[in-house]
């Protein structure tokens, strides 16, 4: 059932689900183009290799990815949807970050646990606190959603889905624990980098040094500052 507003008072939401749609169409073609311009060395260095865990992890998280947008240009389009659809993408708009942020952790835990030289006790440390932020924000998204429910909505003359019975500032401290999964595997790639520019600059030239800065900034920060 659709339900009809002229409502001034949905004017500022309004206007901000435009500039959020505005924003995931131009993140999303710039996603795009990035992928066209990098699919051949992708398909020579993925797709044609053995597979692993970490690539499996990797195609996920870009088939997911765009997938999530999909859904959430589709969810605001300009046309009836029944409330069954409605649920059914707004419960993927909520779970998909969850799913896709748990992959992105277990990303980075090798990519430390690697850095650390293998080191069982930190593959040990970082599991556990990725599992632990991870179950946190399981448990943050589902209480904060058990009861929510999507309607579609025509609110000045602007049709979308609207979600209602949502624990707003439960929703909105769901990122806490991914954020401290972030710090945490932040410093600890940090504190290995410095402690092996030290080891260089004891044995090796300064152009060796820049070199691995440049190596080391361009393989890990990205992820942070994604």
């Not at 992928?35 to 865990?53: G, M, P, Q, Y």
């Not at 499996?56 to 589709?74: E, K």
Request: aromatic fraction near 14%; hydrophobic fraction near 55%.
């Amino acid at each position: 059932m659709t339900h009809v507003s002229n409502d001034p008072a949905w004017w500022p939401y309004i206007k901000w689900c435009y500039i959020l749609n505005y924003f995931i169409v131009a993140s999303s073609t710039a996603v795009v183009y990035d992928w066209v311009l990098t699919f051949a060395r992708e398909f020579e260095l993925v797709w044609r290799r053995r597979w692993s865990f970490v690539t499996v992890l990797y195609v996920c998280v870009r088939c997911i990815g765009i997938l999530y947008s999909i859904v959430y240009i589709v969810g605001n389009l300009p046309f009836s949807i029944t409330d069954v659809v409605g649920n059914i993408f707004y419960f993927m708009q909520v779970w998909i970050p969850v799913v896709v942020n748990a992959m992105l952790g277990v990303i980075m835990m090798t990519r430390i646990h690697a850095m650390y030289q293998g080191s069982k006790i930190m593959l040990v440390f970082l599991g556990a606190v990725l599992l632990t932020c991870t179950i946190a924000t399981v448990v943050m998204t589902g209480i904060g959603n058990i009861k929510a429910s999507a309607v579609d909505v025509v609110l000045s003359g602007n049709r979308m889905c609207l979600s209602l019975g949502v624990a707003d500032t439960l929703n909105r401290e769901i990122f806490i624990p991914t954020l401290l999964w972030e710090v945490i595997a932040l410093f600890l790639a940090v504190r290995i980098f410095i402690k092996h520019i030290r080891e260089l600059q004891k044995s090796r030239t300064e152009s060796t040094i820049g070199d691995c800065f440049t190596a080391l900034i361009r393989s890990h920060v990205p992820y942070f500052v994604g």
